[in-house]
């Protein structure tokens, strides 16, 4: 009852924050005093701040408030309309059309009604961080007697910093410009809040920069609370977790000796690569994969992605992507039957427990490494090609493994990308590793996106669904829509915020 109390006081506080003005208070919360032990916060940690796994369904609407920026999936390369469905007005084309055609107003439909809560996403990730606030303020003063106690108090000062600094680089990749070395001070990103209680006041947008430096603070803390503490579960953050998220950060930052040192670090404790030559399970994916160093959150793509004809399924871009030996092209992706399958982890009724964009496996340590040491060139060259063979060996038939020895500078840079887009695949990271890449200073890439869109309506006359609308949409690079609108909601509440720019997206019909 103490608990479920806490839960219910904090949730009510937090559950309607969106930086607003009429919403924060000017005193701080009196919630500590529901506040026994660091078992309470333990619980609220677990219960209020990790993503949820929530009931998997094809409608993307109606579970909305529940999931987890699912189109990042259909914003890049990776996904397309099947163009030889039946499926009449299908939800989940319908729901994520304004993020899969980067539309203006990511919102609405192709027919301008609102299909979708555009500040979803900048609510839920900022009520986790303020509740880390709370927590972290509080953590200090729970009484502490034992070693088991202080670890344990280590343990959630470790998670909740993870946690608040994987959120704000979240947000900072949605809603503000990729980080470029060069005007990273000058570019937006999201307000940065910090503290524990609610203010009466506008908030205004940090840069960029200031963000990526809050986030390394967070997981530079986090990796000190974790040393030596083991993870309670894949289910809960903990060192190698800690470790890989910040080779990702300084990757994006085009540190790469500092990618290099936690992409080692993350793969000393998680060296672990399944190789496909003898594996025999039916699904890749799963909570159970020695590959597998932290999960929270749902997946939702199985379902969504040639569920049924006329929704989603893999891209043909994508699939083109393996050549012949490489067995991903049965266990990540598949052809049958004319159609490109989603096959990392398959459909089950209820809650599919491993997230669709917050996995994070020994595979993407091993590719943070080898494009770390591949860009610094020279003397780690070695080491980037190690990096690079130790995973494709592990994906390719022995027939068709070739040790790669010569590539060197920018064809070995290209070669690991290609491996990171073919391994990450429907992972979370294609839209933001295409976001980065086009403001590489050593490498930059640049590539125009291009998505088709379908609607099939019943026909009385033929007694079967017809074609009613074909059109085509493009995304050039260093077009705003690379950046998603901060939400109409928070741009109300804190005047003089301003948004990203992104024009009227024009089509060509195809009918």
Same mark, same amino acid.
């Given at each position: 009852?103490?608990?479920?109390?806490?839960?219910?006081?904090?949730?009510?506080?937090?559950?309607?924050?969106?930086?607003?003005?009429?919403?924060?208070?000017?005193?701080?919360?009196?919630?500590?005093?529901?506040?026994?032990?660091?078992?309470?916060?333990?619980?609220?940690?677990?219960?209020?701040?990790?993503?949820?796994s929530?009931? +998997?369904?094809?409608?993307?609407?109606?579970?909305?408030?529940?999931?987890?920026?699912?189109?990042? $999936?259909?914003?890049?390369?990776?996904?397309?309309?099947?163009t030889?469905?039946?499926?009449?007005y299908?939800?989940?084309?319908?729901?994520?059309?304004?993020?899969?055609?980067?539309?203006?107003?990511?919102?609405?439909?192709?027919?301008?009604?609102t299909?979708?809560k555009?500040?979803?996403?900048?609510?839920?990730?900022?009520?986790?961080?303020?509740?880390?606030?709370?927590i972290?303020?509080?953590i200090?003063e729970q009484? +502490?007697?034992?070693?088991?106690?202080?670890?344990?108090?280590?343990?959630?000062?470790?998670?909740?910093?993870?946690?608040?600094?994987?959120?704000?680089?979240?947000?900072?990749?949605?809603?503000?410009?990729?980080?470029s070395?060069?005007?990273?001070?000058?570019?937006?990103a999201?307000?940065?809040?910090?503290?524990?209680?609610?203010?009466?006041? @506008?908030?205004?947008?940090?840069s960029?920069e200031?963000?990526?430096?809050? +986030?390394?603070?967070?997981?530079?803390?986090?990796?000190?609370?974790?040393?030596?503490?083991?993870?309670k579960?894949?289910i809960?953050?903990? $060192?190698?977790?800690?470790?890989?998220?910040?080779?990702?950060?300084?990757?994006?930052?085009?540190?790469?000796?500092?990618?290099m040192?936690w992409?080692?670090?993350?793969?000393?404790?998680?060296?672990?690569?399944?190789?496909?030559?003898?594996?025999?399970?039916?699904?890749?994916?799963?909570?159970?994969?020695?590959?597998l160093?932290?999960?929270?959150?749902?997946?939702?793509?199985?379902?969504?992605?040639?569920?049924?004809?006329?929704e989603?399924?893999?891209?043909?871009?994508?699939?083109?992507?393996?050549?012949?030996?490489d067995?991903?092209?049965q266990?990540?992706?598949?052809?049958e039957?004319?159609?490109?399958?989603?096959k990392?982890? %398959?459909?089950?009724?209820?809650?599919?427990?491993?997230s669709?964009?917050?996995?994070?496996?020994?595979?993407?340590?091993?590719?943070?490494?080898?494009?770390?040491?591949?860009?610094?060139?020279?003397?780690?060259?070695?080491e980037a090609?190690?990096?690079?063979? @130790?995973?494709?060996?592990?994906?390719?038939?022995?027939?068709?493994?070739?040790?790669?020895?010569?590539?060197?500078?920018?064809?070995?840079?290209?070669?690991?990308?290609?491996?990171?887009?073919?391994?990450?695949?429907?992972?979370? %990271?294609?839209?933001?590793?295409?976001?980065?890449?086009?403001?590489?200073?050593?490498?930059?890439?640049?590539?125009?996106?291009?998505?088709?869109?379908?609607?099939?309506?019943?026909?009385?006359?033929?007694?079967?669904?017809?074609?009613?609308?074909?059109?085509?949409?493009?995304?050039?690079?260093?077009d705003?829509?690379?950046?998603?609108?901060?939400?109409?909601?928070?741009?109300?509440?804190?005047?003089g915020?301003p948004?990203?720019?992104?024009g009227?997206?024009?089509?060509?019909?195809?009918?």
């Open positions: 009852m103490k608990n479920k109390l806490l839960y219910t006081i904090i949730i009510n506080i937090f559950g309607c924050i969106c930086f607003s003005c009429n919403s924060f208070l000017s005193e701080q919360s009196q919630d500590q005093a529901y506040v026994r032990s660091y078992s309470d916060l333990d619980e609220l940690l677990a219960g209020s701040v990790y993503m949820k929530h009931y +998997v369904d094809y409608d993307y609407a109606s579970f909305s408030k529940e999931i987890y920026y699912p189109y990042i $999936h259909y914003m890049a390369d990776e996904t397309q309309i099947s030889t469905g039946q499926q009449g299908t939800t989940a084309p319908n729901s994520l059309f304004g993020y899969y055609t980067w539309q203006q107003e990511v919102g609405k439909d192709h027919e301008n009604s299909v979708w555009e500040e979803q996403d900048w609510q839920n990730l900022y009520n986790y961080i303020n509740i880390t606030n709370l972290l303020s509080l200090n009484k +502490v007697t034992t070693i088991s106690d202080q670890e344990n108090v280590n343990r959630i000062k470790g998670e909740s910093h993870f946690l608040r600094g994987a959120y704000y680089f979240t947000l900072a990749n949605l809603y503000g410009k990729p980080y070395p060069a005007t990273a001070s000058s570019d937006l999201v307000p940065l809040k910090l503290t524990e209680y609610i203010e009466d006041k @506008t908030y205004s947008r940090a960029v200031a963000v990526y430096e809050q +986030v390394l603070k967070d997981l530079l803390a986090a990796e000190k609370y974790f040393k030596d503490i083991p993870s579960s894949v809960r953050a903990g $060192h190698s977790a800690t470790c890989l998220l910040l080779s990702r950060v300084y990757l994006y930052m085009q540190n790469y000796k500092e990618t040192t992409a080692k670090a993350c793969l000393e404790e998680c060296p672990h690569l399944i190789n496909l030559n003898t594996f025999t399970g039916e699904d890749f994916l799963t909570k159970t994969s020695p590959e160093i932290f999960t929270m959150g749902s997946n939702h793509l199985p379902i969504n992605i040639t569920a049924k004809k006329g989603f399924e893999i891209s043909k871009d994508l699939y083109d992507c393996y050549e012949p030996g067995l991903r092209a266990h990540f992706v598949a052809l039957e004319g159609h490109y399958l989603y990392k982890t %398959h459909f089950a009724s209820g809650n599919i427990n491993i669709d964009n917050f996995a994070f496996r020994s595979a993407e340590a091993y590719l943070n490494l080898a494009e770390a040491a591949a860009c610094l060139g020279g003397e780690y060259t070695t090609l190690n990096a690079y063979n @130790t995973l494709k060996q592990n994906r390719m038939t022995p027939e068709t493994f070739t040790r790669e020895e010569h590539l060197s500078g920018e064809s070995l840079v290209n070669a690991i990308r290609q491996e990171r887009r073919k391994e990450l695949c429907l992972e979370g %990271h294609r839209w933001f590793d295409l976001r980065r890449y086009m403001v590489n200073d050593l490498y930059p890439y640049e590539k125009t996106l291009t998505n088709i869109y379908t609607v099939y309506e019943y026909s009385y006359t033929s007694y079967s669904y017809e074609l009613t609308l074909y059109r085509k949409y493009s995304l050039p690079p260093h705003g829509a690379w950046t998603l609108p901060i939400p109409l909601e928070e741009l109300n509440s804190n005047y915020m948004n990203n720019e992104r009227v997206r024009n089509y060509e019909s195809l009918l």
